[in-house]
């Protein structure tokens, strides 16, 4: 299906090269010149993304892009900006106003329209899968509503529809892989009363095979090691009939029989298939049931709901990972650049980001907590793109101006990540990594407790590597003398993270300027 992209340039140039370049990839196009225009043409051709410059008549692009986001909430249009600036402000500002990426002019055909195709592609994913969801509760609501006509009363430990419904719901609202498979596997043995539950599934889309990803009382370091085709065997008969099958089955081919029978002798009865878009992305295993007797038809068809809603769960999960890596990818490319400005902080980031991740591991942070922090850290400095290079490499003393500048950066930072969804939690660590415990840091002036455990975290380990490294008015610290910089700081430093740290360097796992 032909795809709508409208550029928006004053260039009559620039437009010309790009439509004709779309046209003949099989685009269809629609030009603006003026702020104004592209918000009118944006209205009249519903576009399925926008090239968009920041410099135009009537509305700068950065306007245009914040009507465009305010008009229009129900529908994730991608809008890559182009610029001939490079200026902090103006990347700043791209990420703040929820554009997607920043290409600066002159580009080359070939990487603007592979970053377009890319976007597409997320976006017709996404499209789709939500689609797939209001399918699902759909099919979910009309069995409720079949249920109520014909009275059934399916018999305890079984889901009422209105309770699959809901469940369907929860799957499809989690992102976390390890968290739905967990569910999916609780789910299917409280329901059914079953021994053993397991999915074998895969999240990269070219693979060729899926391998154990999960489940319940089975014996997960033996399946850990296998794989199954999703060319051959189980999986081309699952994908044929879509239905449940039984491994005991008599019609089933030779390569089917020989997995069949592998797979029975970890007590599993019973296999059916996760399904998007005609590709079979997993399969779910179950055993016997617990009582000895036979699965009903209802049974059989609850189990069919649940194992659907969690297919779409799980390519919800995989495409907003997809999502997320993009965006990453971006990030580092902007993290880089920072580093590339100032000549004294090359591989800051990256150790601060370590310091932070080891930190929140040796204080047994959870999963979630651990992933914020990580990426807190990752991102801590981005607000620096703000900051002009003449100022991050200044040898001497920084005037007031100047100082007013860089103190600027964690609000910033803040404000370029804050329309990244999966980068919400996140927000807070970069805004607040230059707090103190005194109420004396920046750029809130919290106190104590007001500061987050994760910004507190941040906090050590980016002093600590800032201590540790070279500056271009001192030598960089010892480990030791960094240690006791940071005791000694107590109005600043969570002593309890201190701790952490210390305990880190003493197991040998930071070894950066080792004394």
């Given amino acids: 299906m032909s795809r709508n992209i409208l550029v928006v340039d004053d ?8 439509t004709e370049s779309l046209r003949g ?9 003026s702020g104004e225009e592209a918000v009118e043409k944006y209205d009249s051709f519903q576009p399925d993304l926008v090239v968009l410059d920041i410099l135009l008549p009537n509305k700068n692009g950065f306007e245009v892009c914040d009507e465009i986001r305010a008009r229009d909430t129900h529908r994730d249009v991608p809008i890559i900006i182009i610029s001939a600036n490079s200026i902090p402000d103006s990347m700043v500002r791209v990420f703040s106003a929820g554009a997607q990426d920043y290409i600066k002019k002159p580009f080359s055909i070939k990487e603007i ?9 997320q976006a017709h994913k996404r499209k789709d899968l939500r689609e797939q969801n209001l399918l ?15 009275n059934r009363s399916l018999k305890k430990k079984v889901l009422d529809m209105k309770t699959l419904f809901g469940l369907s719901q929860d799957l499809n609202k989690l992102m976390d892989p390890e ?7 609780l789910t299917v043995i409280g329901q059914l009363g079953i021994e053993s539950v397991s999915l074998f599934y895969t999240f990269d889309e070219s693979s060729p095979y899926i391998s154990y990803a ?11 090691s296998i794989r199954l085709s999703r060319e051959v065997g189980l999986s081309m008969e699952l994908l044929k009939t879509q239905d449940i099958l039984a491994l005991s089955g008599g019609s089933l081919s030779e390569a089917a029989e020989r997995e069949a029978q592998f797979l029975r002798n970890f007590g599993f ?7 998007v878009k005609s590709r079979l992305t997993g399969i779910v295993f179950i055993g016997k049931k617990m009582n000895g007797q036979d699965y009903t038809s209802e049974e059989l068809d609850l189990f069919k709901s649940i194992c659907n809603s969690a297919a779409t769960g799980l390519e919800n999960a995989r495409l907003y990972s997809e999502l997320q890596n993009t965006y990453l990818s971006t990030i580092k490319v902007l993290v880089s650049t920072i580093e590339a400005k100032d000549t004294y902080t090359c591989g800051h980031t990256e150790r601060v980001a370590d310091y932070a991740k080891m930190i929140a591991e040796e204080m047994d942070l959870s999963k979630k907590d651990r992933e914020i922090v990580s990426f807190g850290a990752a991102l801590h400095d981005i607000g620096k793109l703000g900051v002009y290079e003449n100022i991050l490499n200044k040898p001497g003393a920084l005037t007031e101006s100047e100082w007013e500048i860089v103190r600027s950066h964690p609000e910033v930072g803040a404000n370029i990540i804050k329309n990244m969804k999966f980068l919400e939690a996140a927000c807070d660590l970069v805004r607040h990594h230059h707090e103190r415990l005194d109420g004396k840091g920046y750029p809130d002036g919290l106190k104590g407790n007001e500061i987050s455990l994760g910004a507190r975290i941040v906090a050590v380990a980016d002093s600590f590597d800032a201590m540790t490294s070279d500056r271009p008015y001192r030598q960089a610290y010892t480990t030791r003398e960094a240690m006791m910089q940071l005791r000694k700081q107590k109005d600043k430093f969570d002593q309890e993270i201190v701790s952490y740290l210390e305990v880190l ?3 040998g796992k930071i070894l950066k300027g080792i004394d």
Avoid at 11 to 18: A, M, R, Y
Avoid at 136 to 149: F, T
Avoid at 214 to 224: D, E, R
């Fill in 11 to 18: 260039d009559p140039n620039v437009v010309e090269i790009l």
């Fill in 25 to 33: 990839r099989g685009y269809r196009t629609e030009a603006a010149y």
């Fill in 113 to 121: 329209t592979a970053k377009i195709e890319n976007f597409l592609s």
């Fill in 136 to 150: 699902l509760e759909g099919e979910v609501l009309k069995g409720q509503e079949d249920y109520v006509r014909v």
């Fill in 179 to 185: 968290e739905l498979i967990n569910i999916l596997s």
């Fill in 214 to 224: 999960g489940g319940k009382g089975t014996q997960k370091g033996i399946l850990s």
């Fill in 269 to 275: 009865d019973l296999c059916f298939p996760l399904i």
């Fill in 505 to 507: 360097v003493k197991k």
